[in-house]
């Protein structure tokens, strides 16, 4: 019980789970996309079902400490660059979360709307969408992972630090998801948002590193002028009914 009294266990562990929690914002907003796509009455099952998943996957690539070591190792050299196993990864997942934005931002263009509550698109399974959860948030928490690894080398802080992660970020996810899906505007701005995340992560496998920071303001900056928007529409929507 000595890491109760331990304050540089202490510090790991609220560091990590910082870390963890925001390096984890463009996962919720690639959650709440997908799992929009489900029934109603699947939406809260996927959430939890798919961070669990996620979890799980995140505990087992810390208690794989030998091979994540491996991934940062230069596997093969292509124009010069040294391509790592933790770089295809990211390369694979970045042009995974181009393909995917694109995709949903041309079905919100040609008419992915909902008619009498019955979604016209045909709706992703629910198998499927805890997959794409659970591959994603492999690509996601990669470098939070290995980070950590590098922080300390203590596992049940590591471990504990995910734990906390995932448990908040079910707790926002149904909120911000249900927010996201009741104003397209904001659906598009996080579809742009995943957009420039998966650039990103392909510019960073190939060594051009892009610091999150300035995608997370750009996001943040996008969707505080929407908030602005929203609710100047709403007001100009009520001083028309009270005018009629």
């Known amino acids: 019980m000595e890491w109760l009294t331990n304050p540089e266990i202490w510090a790991a562990l609220v560091t990590l789970t910082a870390l963890e929690i925001v390096l984890g914002i463009d996962n919720i907003i690639f959650l709440s996309i997908i799992v929009s796509k489900l029934p109603k009455q699947k939406q809260d099952s996927a959430r939890i ?4 998943g996620a979890m799980i996957t995140r505990i087992l690539l810390l208690f794989s400490l030998s091979w994540l070591a491996g991934l940062t190792k230069p596997w093969f050299t292509v124009i010069g660059l040294e391509i790592s196993g933790r770089d295809l990864v990211l390369i694979v997942g970045g042009l995974f979360l ?3 934005a694109t995709t949903e931002i041309g079905e919100q263009i040609e008419g992915g709307h909902e008619e009498d509550g019955i979604k016209v698109k045909a709706v992703a399974g629910y198998a499927a969408a805890i997959v794409q959860i659970m591959l994603i948030d ?5 470098d939070s992972v290995i980070t950590a690894v590098g922080m300390t080398n203590n596992l049940p802080v590591m471990v504990s630090a995910i734990v906390i992660a995932v448990l908040t970020m079910m707790v926002f996810a149904a909120p911000l998801s249900r927010f996201v899906d009741r104003h397209p505007t904001i659906k598009v701005l996080a579809l742009a948002f995943l957009m420039l995340v998966g650039m990103a992560l392909v510019g960073e496998g190939f060594d051009f590193h892009i610091p999150k920071g300035y995608l997370y303001f750009a996001m943040a900056f996008s969707v505080g002028v929407e908030i602005v928007n929203l609710r100047v529409r709403a007001k100009s929507v009520a001083a028309r009914k009270k005018k009629d």
């Open 49 to 52: 079902v798919g961070l669990a």
């Open 98 to 100: 181009l393909w995917k």
């Open 138 to 142: 492999i690509v996601f928490s990669l």
